[in-house]
Structure formats: structure tokens, C-alpha cells
């Protein structure tokens, strides 16, 4: 994957434009930059342009892998870098602990809102595309911890679709539904 690809290009393989994979790059680069005994090391935009692309869609790994011109191996590794996806059971209680000292609020995981990417008018169900502010985009679901890493993004929805059902239809609604569905049988 050369750095000639239009945005064009680039969102309808990995929903994100040149812009914010360049900038996720710059902001996470000093943690994924690595020494290999190989030749060459995977280049930073790539990962983060690729795991982007894998958090956004849920795409198999190989076929974002692919994409790159990576192994699946090394797509795995790239996404369970710190920084990128470093969220576990683990570190919850550390992750609580910053955003109850940056702001004073107990027990948060996560902060999350909705933001709209604008792309061009599609060729089927572009009424569907159309947000609230009568403009063509996706509407983007983002998470990230107190340390602003990205922890999780949906980018699956049309313009249209309002930010609850984002949530309600992601991995982290489904988690919380699952959740509440075991504490209710206690």
C-alpha cells in the first residue's frame, strides 16, 4: 500500500480518510514504532490505517490484512498494541481511576459520542445518507479512554441513523445488554 491513494480510495477500503490515519499516526507513533531483526518494520500508518479499517468495518482480519500487504499475524499484533485496543478487564480499575482525576466522575470506562463523516452521495439508498444537518455521511461511533487511545469505533452506519441505535447495535451495546441481562437473573 503506497501514500498515492486518493480519500476516495482510501474510505471505501478502510472507511477512514487520508487525514485521520495520518493523524492517529502521528498521535500513537512513538508507542508502535518497532525494532525488528528483520528488514523492515511494519510502517506505523499502516497499522493504524489497517486496524481502523478492522475496528470500523469487522472485517475478517485476513481480508484487511490483505489490504495492506501484511500477514493476518501481523494485523492481530498490530490491533492488540497498546494504544490502539489496549482495553481489558486488567486495566479497567486504572482507566476509572484517570477519568475520576481528570473530572472528578466515578466508575467511567470509556467516553463515546457520534460524529459525521461526510462522503460523496451513494448510488443506492442515498436518502439514507442524509443526517440531520442535510449532508451525506456515516455516522461514526467513537470510544476512547482517559488517555484519548481509541478503545473502539463503529463506522457502519448511514447519516441518518441516530446515535442510540449506533450503540445499541455495536459490540459494546451488546456487552451492556448482556450485562444487564446476567445482573437482572442474580
Not at 3 to 10: E, F, I, N
Not at 12 to 30: C, M, V, Y
Not at 167 to 172: A, W, Y
Request: with cysteine.
Amino acid at each position: 500500500m503506497n501514500g498515492c491513494h486518493d480519500d476516495d480510495w482510501l474510505i471505501s477500503r478502510f472507511r477512514f480518510p487520508k487525514a485521520i490515519s495520518s493523524w492517529k499516526s502521528t498521535e500513537l507513533g512513538p508507542g508502535l514504532e518497532r525494532q525488528t531483526a528483520r528488514s523492515h518494520a511494519l510502517p506505523v500508518p499502516i497499522q493504524v490505517l489497517t486496524t481502523l479499517g478492522f475496528l470500523a468495518t469487522g472485517s475478517f482480519q485476513r481480508e484487511l490484512a490483505d489490504r495492506s500487504g501484511m500477514s493476518q499475524g501481523a494485523l492481530s499484533h498490530a490491533i492488540a498494541a497498546p494504544g490502539i485496543y489496549g482495553y481489558d478487564a486488567v486495566n479497567q480499575a486504572h482507566i476509572k481511576a484517570q477519568f475520576a482525576e481528570i473530572a472528578d466522575f466515578p466508575n467511567v470506562i470509556g467516553a463515546i459520542d457520534c460524529t459525521h463523516i461526510a462522503i460523496k452521495a451513494p448510488s443506492e439508498g442515498e436518502y439514507a445518507y442524509v443526517n440531520r444537518k442535510h449532508f451525506h455521511s456515516l455516522n461514526v461511533q467513537i470510544i476512547c479512554d482517559a488517555q484519548m487511545c481509541l478503545t473502539n469505533i463503529v463506522a457502519r452506519w448511514p447519516g441518518s441513523t441516530h446515535d442510540s441505535f449506533v450503540l445499541t447495535n455495536s459490540s459494546v451495546g451488546n456487552r451492556f445488554r448482556t450485562r444487564q441481562q446476567l445482573i437482572a437473573r442474580i
